[in-house]
């Protein structure tokens, strides 16, 4: 069994955002992390590489710096690190970066692609259903189980109010809920190996499939118009009712938005 494992590196946000004043994240600034949805998708790719012998490659697409989160997922036991980094992928999208991790991927064999449901820095989950769109596969999302039953994968989906058991056969992407499981700590043994661990390098030459048209900032549909840390709150609703009718009241309305 081969599984790929698609991980972003993102900026610690625990500690606050810092924008530069044209308005784009100062990612120099704040700490830089594997995206905690990812590290749980790499951890159930780990388990199943306990459980099937399964081959693990972990693929991140940005800055030559990204090589860390790499660095870190060999430490904690997956096999192979591809980071794809070139000008040419600047600027991109959701769009435009879920081609480029499409086009790479298409030089790789898999049963099974991962990604986190989320980065917790663009915030979009556009990018793990856009791979398979692109690849052409089934997609599963928000797993906070997985089981293998013979060519098909079986997924306990988190759907707001109520889980789905969802069956598809492999190949297929999952998207993984941080909540999945508890990420394994990096051994010693595994963080000196890690250390002198070839990562490989790809740029737009190895992508796959691709037209230039679709990538970079060139080939990105969206534009940022304004952003800001600032969150608005609504204007909120006041009502006038005796302390147990406003109790009733309140637990309703938490019910009706799914709250409790
Ligand atoms: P989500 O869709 O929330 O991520 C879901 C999952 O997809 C992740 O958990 C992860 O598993 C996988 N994934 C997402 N991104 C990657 C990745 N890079 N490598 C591996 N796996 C991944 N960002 C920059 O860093 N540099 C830029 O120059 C830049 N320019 C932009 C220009 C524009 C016009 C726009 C709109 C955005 C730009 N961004 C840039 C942000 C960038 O588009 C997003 O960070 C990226 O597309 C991923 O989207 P997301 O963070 O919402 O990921």
Redesign the pocket.
């Known amino acids: 069994m081969k599984i790929v494992v ?3 590196q993102v900026p610690d946000t625990k500690g606050g955002v810092q924008f530069n004043p044209d308005g784009t994240l100062n990612r120099g600034a704040m700490l830089a992390i594997m ?1 905690p ?2 590290k749980a ?1 790499l951890e159930a790719a780990l388990k199943l590489k306990d459980e099937y012998d399964a081959e693990v490659t972990v ?4 800055l030559p710096k990204a090589s860390d989160v790499l660095r870190e997922a060999l430490a904690m036991g997956a096999d192979r690190g591809i980071l794809l980094t070139d000008r040419a992928l ?5 769009w435009a ?1 879920s081609t480029a ?1 499409a086009g790479a991927i298409r030089n790789l064999t898999y049963d099974l692609i991962i ?5 917790i ?8 259903p856009q791979i398979s769109e692109h690849l052409g596969i089934p997609v599963i999302s928000y797993a906070q189980d997985i089981k293998i039953e013979g060519d098909s994968v079986l997924v306990e989906r988190q759907y707001e109010d109520r889980h789905h058991l969802i069956k598809a056969k492999m190949p297929c992407l999952l ?1 993984a809920l941080s909540e999945l499981n508890q990420p394994r700590y990096m051994t010693p043994g595994g963080i000196f190996d890690a250390c002198e661990a070839e990562i490989e390098t790809w740029g737009r030459a190895d992508l796959k499939d691709v037209d230039d048209a679709n990538l970079g ?1 060139k080939g ?1 549909p ?3 118009a304004r952003a800001s840390d600032k969150v608005r709150k609504g204007a909120g609703e006041m009502v006038n009712l005796e302390t147990e009718e406003a109790v009733t009241y309140i637990m309703g309305r938490l019910k009706e938005k799914h709250i409790i």
């Open positions: 698609c991980i972003k995206n949805d990812d998708g693929l991140t697409m940005g600047g600027g991109s999208d959701t970066t991790i990604t986190g449901r989320q980065a820095d663009g915030d979009t989950a556009q990018v793990g998207t900032l990105s969206t534009k940022i």
